[in-house]
């Protein structure tokens, strides 16, 4: 695989990180990152970013990487062994590949840093919580006080034209809350997606760890410190092919891809458990309205209330007593209908977030009502015969 040397390249009201990649199994396509214009000050035009987006597909294929570009030391050193090691215990049949460099910057305490700290913001629990601690806690040191929020496209949007709308629509929509916390919104569209070729092994969940640290990287020239909201308990952070998702090894990667001379990259928020993060967030009256926890295709702007992930916060906010605040981001007539259902998961305590809830509602003598213990019988019958 060769990559070429990077280009920016300014058109109309945006900014273009650019790069040609020519493979055996991908042909010749251009990989690139594009933002608004006026964040051009912090887009780097070293080879980084594309080396970290492509990693894994040069990987997978089995391909050697040809960089053009300028790429930096550290990055350098840690992608050609230990990092690929780590990718290969999570995806086995990823093979060890060789990156031929052109150009290896070592950089000194005399280049200049950058000035901002960033962070992803998808106005969910952990994202809100890493500005619960990062930014509106008085006591945060200056240094790691965010200054900007980012909305990156990678392929979490389910790729495609589809994908692209889901973006613009997802960005839309967080705007207005971005602009009332009071912190610069920056969008950042890229084709990352298309590298990665609807394959198995290397489908979003095993691989966004890796997508998203290419952007922070994209970024480096003008942000020092990029935090990644980790939405795992320091107890379940694991490098491991039986242990999924990839979010998992996320402090492992992220300390490899942090040139501690340009830009840190860090996992955060794994001290608290999700329980805690929802009490927490639910101090920031930013979050009444925009919390966003759902997943479901078609929920709109509003939380669909019924599904998985949308059920557990809302269960959570209940045993706190503060499910009213909630309001107008969920449907609570929705959640009321579906309430006993999963209040009697949550006494039958089959996972680590059923696990938390029920503790949870034993510290605040939260009154289950009678349906949810009728359900519970039913959930543990059958969490039994599936054990079998
Ligand atoms: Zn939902």
């Given at each position: 695989m060769k990559i070429s040397c990077p280009k920016l390249v300014v058109d109309g009201e945006l900014v273009r990180y650019e790069v040609s990649v020519t493979s055996e199994h991908l042909n010749t396509m251009k990989l690139f990152y594009e933002l608004d214009k006026e964040h051009i000050e912090i887009v780097s035009d070293y080879a980084d970013a594309a080396l970290v987006g492509l990693l894994m597909p040069a990987m997978y294929y089995g391909e050697d990487i040809h960089l053009e570009g300028k790429v930096s030391e550290n990055i350098y050193w840690n992608i050609s062994f230990r990092l690929q090691k780590l990718l290969q215990i999570f995806i086995p049949s990823l093979s060890q590949i060789n990156i031929y460099a052109k150009e290896i910057i070592t950089r000194d305490e005399s280049m200049q840093k950058g000035h901002e700290c960033a962070t992803g913001f998808s106005g969910g629990v952990d994202s809100f919580c890493t500005l619960a601690d990062y930014f509106y806690n008085p006591l945060c040191p200056k240094s790691s006080k965010v200054t900007m929020l980012t909305f990156n496209n990678v392929g979490s949007h389910w790729g495609g034209k589809k994908g692209d709308e889901l973006f613009l629509k997802g960005y839309n929509e967080l705007l207005p809350a971005a602009t009332k916390i009071g912190l610069p919104f920056v969008k950042i569209d890229s084709n990352l997606d298309e590298f990665y070729k609807n394959e198995s092994e290397l489908r979003f969940i095993k691989t966004l760890v890796m997508r998203n640290a290419s952007v922070a990287l994209l970024l480096q020239k003008g942000v020092r410190k990029f935090l990644h909201s980790s939405s795992?308990?320091?107890?379940?952070?694991a490098v491991n092919s039986n242990v999924q998702p990839i979010t998992r090894t996320e402090p492992f990667i992220f300390r490899l891809l942090s040139s501690c001379d340009t830009m840190e990259i860090l996992s955060i928020?794994?001290?608290?458990k999700r329980v805690e993060k929802i009490e927490i967030v639910s101090n920031i009256k930013e979050s009444y309205k925009n919390l966003d926890v759902c997943t479901t295709e078609g929920a709109g702007k509003k939380n669909c209330s019924a599904c998985i992930k949308c059920l557990r916060t809302l269960t959570a906010l209940d045993v706190l007593g503060i499910l009213e605040l909630y309001k107008e981001s969920f449907d609570l007539k929705t959640y009321k209908k579906n309430k006993n259902k999963f209040l009697g998961k949550v006494l039958a305590r089959n996972n680590e977030f059923t696990n938390e809830i029920y503790e949870l509602a034993l510290k605040k003598k939260f009154a289950f009502p009678a349906m949810s213990y009728l359900y519970s019988v039913y959930y543990r019958l059958r969490y039994l015969i599936k054990k079998r």
């Open positions: 795992h308990f320091y107890e379940h952070i928020g794994s001290e608290y």
